[in-house]
């Protein structure tokens, strides 16, 4: 139940309106963001 609340979280922060207006600034935590719930993606489809 938690990792599905994660990742929708991590999906509603990546669509919200002011992640979209601060990623012309912080491009590098826009990766670094889309790095980690890359690996939790793939941690649980490991580990879950």
């Not at 601060?22 to 690996?39: E, N, P, R, W, Y």
């Amino acid at each position: 139940m938690m990792k599905i609340i994660i990742l929708v979280y991590i999906k509603f922060v990546l669509k919200s309106c002011y992640f979209k207006r601060s990623l012309l600034k912080f491009k590098h935590m826009a990766i670094v963001s889309q790095l980690i719930a890359f690996g939790l993606s793939n941690s649980y489809s490991y580990f879950g």
